[in-house]
């Protein structure tokens, strides 16, 4: 039982390159969506989707683009890498009517 | 505003001793407060959760305590062991997703 997988766990970039990072779960689950952290700025909703081919911005969606084609998976697009965009990014998905969060083990990025 | 303040930022105690980490939010359509627990390199991961129909929520040595004339809500730890040393993070959602996180709690317990 994977539960939710992320790739890479740690990519360096340049400025200006482009990357997505990658998210599946296996759980059948509704809800996904991409959280960004950084220190003393907790966790960020970027973007978020409630089924496949729904999508929507959370609060820090700048420079950022989702899709959802499967249940499964959720990619995370960066388009044009900025050294603001060093953090960690987290995945997390749940059933649409339950509270339970369940979160990957995060994809640490930096951009020089 | 949609806003969740979480204090304070880091936390020592001493084994044994009990844990308070606070949160308060301001949105009233917020109607489920969870905390997460986060160990280093690893993603948070749901502690306990606590809807506003209820004052209080006691699992193990984990409390949630909710008043929700005051919109606070706050963990507390009994009996505090090294093995909690984490980050806690709360939450508030005004429905079962989309969650908004407070920024924070390192909590550190010495041995």
């Known amino acids: 039982n994977a539960g939710v997988t992320q790739t890479p766990k740690f990519q360096v970039l340049k400025t200006g390159q482009s990357m997505t990072l990658q998210c599946a779960q296996d759980?059948?689950?509704?809800?996904m969506s991409w959280y960004r952290q950084d220190p003393g700025m907790g966790l960020r909703l970027i973007h978020y989707?409630?089924?496949?081919?729904?999508?929507d911005q959370g609060e820090v969606p700048n420079g950022y683009n989702v899709s959802r084609s499967t249940t499964e998976d959720f990619p995370l697009r960066l388009l044009s890498a900025a050294p603001s965009q060093t953090s960690v990014y987290f995945c997390?998905?749940?059933?649409?009517?339950?509270?339970?969060?369940?979160f990957g083990e995060g994809s640490r990025l930096t951009v020089l | 505003q949609q806003q969740v303040k979480q204090s304070p930022q880091s936390l020592i105690v001493q084994k044994g001793g009990i844990s308070i980490i606070n949160c308060a939010y301001e949105?009233?359509?917020?109607?489920?407060f969870p905390w997460y627990q986060q160990f280093p390199g690893k993603g948070p991961a749901l502690l306990i959760a606590?809807?506003?129909?209820?004052s209080e929520k006691k699992e193990g040595r984990f409390t949630i305590s909710f008043n929700k004339s005051a919109k606070q809500f706050s963990l507390h730890i009994m009996d505090s062991q090294p093995g909690d040393s984490a980050t806690y993070f709360c939450?508030?959602?005004?429905?079962?997703?989309?969650?908004?996180f407070g920024t924070g709690t390192r909590l550190k317990v010495l041995a």
């Open positions: 997390a998905s749940s059933y649409v009517n339950t509270g339970e969060l369940f």
């Open positions: 759980m059948n689950h509704e809800y």
């Open positions: 989707s409630v089924g496949a081919g729904i999508t």
């Open positions: 949105n009233t359509a917020f109607d489920y």
């Open positions: 606590i809807r506003p129909d209820v």
């Open positions: 939450a508030a959602s005004p429905g079962t997703y989309k969650y908004i």
